[in-house]
């Protein structure tokens, strides 16, 4: 076995293990080392978010690797945004144009057991409890301490970390030679709570909140109340319940973090400022007590890798704020794209990372300017009239000239489409629905004949969708 056809892994989370399932799936021995004990055996300690949002991009990792149907019948799907304002619910705002563009929720714990098991089932070799404490990039090894702190080297071979946003490969390779490493924090945190299975609340709440079945809420809908510079959002989970995330910022005036010290003081805050959603969380205190505040910031390296020793993946590359739901997705790409370039050259490990991060470093940026965008769109804009008239208009004209008009959500959301492709496409349109708004501010008095001739002689066709069919 050549040291290009050995691979070792740090990070056994979501996409550490894909990949591992991907490489081993084109002959590669993989070896995986994971800080943390297994989920399967010890319960998932993961710490952060107990649901994602998939969609197209992550949809297609997995089906590359086989697991894509075996993944959705364990996951709800969510049609659209359902928007609530002080005091009422809105019509669900559909994220595409019927149920073929759909995202899906998943439970972080069951989607990272379910693709451990797919790779080891592959032939990957998985050590669990296995802490990163420093790495000889010279001589391709190494350092790690088990959990009673026994330290050991490992013959590493090609080496890649998928270990996250506060990857200890990186700062090995960093400190071997900076990378161009800029952290920037969104100065908002988060914290999370949750509304039960709809069988362990009064009725009568159940039935104001126009619940369905097991459900409290619309199961097939991101819940959104924005607030204006802060907001909640709510994802179904399988059995019932709802994953709820406060978003706020971490310090400064009421309402922040620092302003919400225990659990009675964001309890009247919840009262006043989300009185619907307070009542379908009766462990509001506990939860708000016993949950700690998220911490919210995008990585940016200007190198991802050593030459052919080292490579960065996913998070530990490129780690953006949450608010296109597009994290796990972009990593779950990156594994496609490195899987790929690795089977065509695998003794060229220098020239594939070279050009793995020519290719995704670009959608990275994209895709965390996107994420950023987007908070400001679901705290201050989803309930917003104008934002309302763009969506609306956008929407008849990408019926009237699907060729030249796709709004950037659907770009990112349901093709295969590159991220920056979507963020300059996105801005493009952009300016001329604010230019065609700015006469006809009500999208009902639009020509719309007019505006699609106006579209087709200022934009270019689209690329073919590239999804998935």
């Not at 026994?150 to 090609?158: F, I, P, S």
């Not at 700062?171 to 952290?183: C, D, F, S, T, V």
């Not at 607030?227 to 019932?240: H, Q, V």
């Amino acid at each position: 076995m050549t040291q290009a056809t050995r691979i070792t892994l740090i990070g056994g989370g979501l996409v550490g293990a894909l990949l591992a399932r991907q490489l081993a799936q084109h002959g590669f021995a993989v070896e995986v080392f994971e800080k943390r004990p297994d989920p399967r055996r010890a319960g998932f300690l993961g710490g952060r978010s107990i649901n994602l949002a998939l969609a197209e991009r992550g949809l297609q990792a997995l089906r590359t690797a086989g697991l894509a149907d075996e993944v959705l019948r364990r996951a709800v799907m969510m049609r659209g945004r359902m928007v609530h304002a002080h005091g009422s619910a809105s019509g669900l705002q559909r994220y595409g144009v019927d149920d073929s563009e759909v995202i899906w929720s998943v439970s972080r714990g069951a989607l990272n057991m379910l693709l451990l098991d797919a790779a080891e089932v592959s032939g990957v070799r998985f050590h669990f409890g296995q802490s990163l404490l420093g790495a000889d990039f010279d001589r391709c090894r190494i350092r790690l301490a088990d959990e009673a702190g026994t330290a050991r080297e490992h013959d590493a071979g090609l080496l890649i970390g998928a270990d996250g946003a506060g990857s200890m490969l990186r700062a090995a390779m960093n400190a071997h030679a900076p990378l161009g490493e800029r952290i920037e924090p969104l100065g908002h945190g988060y914290k999370e709570l949750e509304i039960p299975n709809a069988g362990t609340l009064p009725p009568a709440l159940v039935q104001q909140s126009g619940g369905a079945g097991h459900f409290a809420l619309e199961p097939h809908a991101l819940h959104i109340w924005p607030r204006g510079g802060y907001m909640c959002i709510a994802l179904p989970n399988a059995e019932g319940s709802f994953t709820v995330t406060l978003f706020l910022p971490a310090q400064g005036a009421h309402p922040s973090f620092a302003t919400l010290p225990d659990a009675a003081a964001a309890r009247a805050f919840f009262a006043a400022d989300f009185p619907d959603l307070l009542p379908l969380i009766p462990r509001f205190d506990a939860d708000y007590a016993e949950h700690p505040m998220g911490t919210l910031s995008t990585l940016y390296l200007d190198r991802w890798h050593l030459d052919g020793r080292a490579l960065l993946v996913g998070d530990a590359a490129h780690a953006i704020v949450p608010f296109h739901g597009q994290g796990m997705n972009c990593g779950f790409e990156d594994t496609v794209t490195l899987t790929e370039l690795l089977a065509a050259a695998p003794g060229d490990s220098a020239g594939v990372f070279a050009e793995f991060q020519r290719i995704r470093q670009p959608n990275a940026n994209a895709i965390a300017t996107m994420a950023l965008e987007n908070y400001v769109e679901m705290r201050d804009s989803v309930a917003d009239p104008h934002y309302l008239a763009k969506r609306t208009l956008g929407a008849q004209l990408a019926e009237r000239a699907p060729r030249h008009f796709m709004a950037r959500y659907r770009m990112v959301t349901f093709t295969h489409l590159p991220y920056s492709y979507a963020l300059e496409r996105g801005r493009l349109q952009d300016a001329l629905l604010e230019e065609i708004l700015r006469d006809a501010p009500d999208a009902g008095a639009v020509d719309l004949d007019a505006a699609a001739r106006m579209l087709q002689a200022r934009l270019s066709l689209l690329p073919a969708p590239l999804r998935h069919e």
